[in-house]
C-alpha cells in the first residue's frame, strides 16, 4: 500500500508539473487563450496544436471543419436544420465541447443565451452546435491576431 501511495503522489507531481509546463508554453504562444471563459492550459493547447501556425488554416470557416464544428444541412421536407460536421480533428472537437460545456455551466452570457434560445423553440443539441461554432470562430480569431 505504501508502494502504491509513493507511486500515486509521484504521478501527482508530474501531473502538476506537465501542467505549469503547458500553461507556460500556451502564455508564451497565446496569453489572450487562457484569459476567455471555460478555455484551461490543456484546451488552449490542444486549439494551438491543431492551428498549428499562420497559414495554414485560412479562415475561421476552415478552423470550423478542421473541428468538426461547421454545419452540415440536414433538412429533410420543410424542416431546415443543421447537425455538426463529424470529420475533422476529433481531440480539437473535444477540447472545444469540453469548452462548451463548461461555458453552458458556469458562464452566465452564455446561460442567457441558452434560455434565449429555448424560449424560441431551440433544441439542446441545435444549441451545443451552435455554441461550438461560435467558439471555433473565437479561439481562432484570438489565435490569428497573436504575434
Same mark, same amino acid.
Given at each position: 500500500?505504501?508502494?502504491? $501511495?509513493?507511486?500515486i503522489?509521484?504521478? +501527482? ?7 505549469? @509546463?503547458?500553461? +507556460?508554453?500556451? =502564455? ?7 484569459? @476567455?471563459p ?6 488552449? $493547447? ?13 479562415? *475561421? ?7 468538426? #464544428?461547421?454545419? #452540415? ?7 431546415? %436544420?443543421?447537425?455538426?460536421?463529424? !470529420? !475533422? +480533428? ?7 465541447? =469540453?469548452?462548451?460545456?463548461? %461555458? ?5 452570457p =452564455?446561460? +442567457?443565451?441558452? =434560455?434565449?434560445?429555448?424560449t *424560441?423553440?431551440r433544441?439542446?443539441? *441545435?444549441?451545443?452546435? #451552435?455554441?461550438k461554432?461560435?467558439?471555433?470562430? @473565437?479561439?481562432?480569431?484570438?489565435? @490569428?491576431?497573436?504575434?
Amino acid at each position: 500500500m505504501t508502494a502504491l $501511495a509513493n507511486h500515486i503522489r509521484d504521478l +501527482d507531481r508530474l501531473l502538476a508539473t506537465n501542467l505549469r @509546463q503547458i500553461r +507556460d508554453l500556451v =502564455t508564451a504562444m497565446c496569453p489572450r487563450l487562457l484569459k @476567455q471563459p471555460g478555455i484551461g492550459p490543456v484546451t488552449a $493547447a490542444v486549439a494551438l496544436i491543431s492551428w498549428s501556425h499562420h497559414g495554414r488554416v485560412r479562415s *475561421e470557416a476552415a478552423f470550423a471543419a478542421l473541428a468538426g #464544428v461547421s454545419p #452540415v444541412p440536414a433538412s429533410s421536407g420543410r424542416t431546415v %436544420r443543421h447537425r455538426l460536421n463529424r !470529420g !475533422g +480533428d476529433r481531440t480539437l472537437n473535444s477540447a472545444i465541447h =469540453t469548452i462548451a460545456k463548461s %461555458r453552458q455551466r458556469y458562464h452566465q452570457p =452564455t446561460k +442567457d443565451y441558452i =434560455t434565449r434560445r429555448i424560449t *424560441e423553440g431551440r433544441t439542446p443539441r *441545435e444549441i451545443t452546435r #451552435v455554441l461550438k461554432r461560435y467558439i471555433a470562430r @473565437q479561439i481562432w480569431r484570438i489565435i @490569428q491576431a497573436a504575434p
